[in-house]
T-cell receptor, first 111, second 114 residues
């Protein structure tokens, strides 16, 4: 499954499939980006980050891709599991350690 | 590590009452952030402290909102008087460890103003 930008805020994916969550950021001067996961009733939790001097970074089952040319960030989740159901936010560092958050994408994993 | 601690977890109050939300950041972190989250507006930064000093309060909605950080281990967000439109989940986050930009969020306080 795949979502595009902030205009499609929901993503439904079959368990075991790969998920791709997209995010368009606004500030070309941003030098740091984070993906957060927020489960129902909890605060956002850090998933993975990437600096602007990189275009790809991998974690455990997650990969973040950064395309500075078109100001686009994506989060790929491999072998999506029911526990991955949550709202996912991208955030960019704008200045002085401040993060600007996107609207979020709700991911629902179908069994 | 206990993480960021917020209290209360839930608050229900009547319009016009004063509400005080509390936050204990992660020990050693020197930046603290207060956010408000609603369905309509998403996650909004209200105010940001660095080394206990308010750096940017441009997100504070109006004079009814105030925040303090008397020391490195405690911050409050106060709403006086509260209004129904203040109903939201309020998060506190801190940063400043090895990864300075990464913000660690507390569990939030769900505020309902009737």
């Amino acid at each position: 499954g795949e979502s595009v930008g902030l205009h499609l805020p929901t993503l439904s994916v079959q368990e075991g499939d790969n998920s791709i969550i997209n995010c368009a950021y606004s500030n070309s001067a941003s030098d740091y980006f984070i993906w957060y996961k927020q489960e129902s009733g909890k605060g956002p939790q850090f998933i993975i980050d990437i600096r602007s001097n990189m275009d790809k970074r991998q974690g455990q089952r997650v990969t973040v891709l950064l395309n500075k040319t078109v100001k686009h960030l994506s989060l790929q989740i491999a072998a999506t599991q029911p526990g991955d159901s949550a709202v996912y936010f991208c955030a960019e560092n704008t200045s002085d350690y401040k993060l600007s958050f996107g609207a979020g994408t709700t991911v629902t994993v179908r069994a | 590590d206990a993480g960021v601690i917020q209290s209360p977890r839930h608050e229900v109050t009547e319009m016009g009452q004063e509400v005080t939300l509390r936050c204990k950041p992660i020990s050693g972190h020197n930046s603290l952030f207060w956010y408000r989250q609603t369905m309509m507006r998403g996650l909004e930064l209200l105010i940001y402290f660095n080394n206990n000093v308010p750096i940017d309060d441009s997100g504070m909605p109006e004079d009814r909102f105030s925040a303090k950080m008397p020391n490195a281990s405690f911050s409050t967000l106060k709403i006086q008087p509260s209004e129904p439109r203040d109903s939201a989940v309020y998060f506190c986050a801190s940063s400043g460890g090895q990864s300075s930009y990464e913000q660690y969020f507390g569990p939030g306080t769900r505020l309902t103003v009737t």
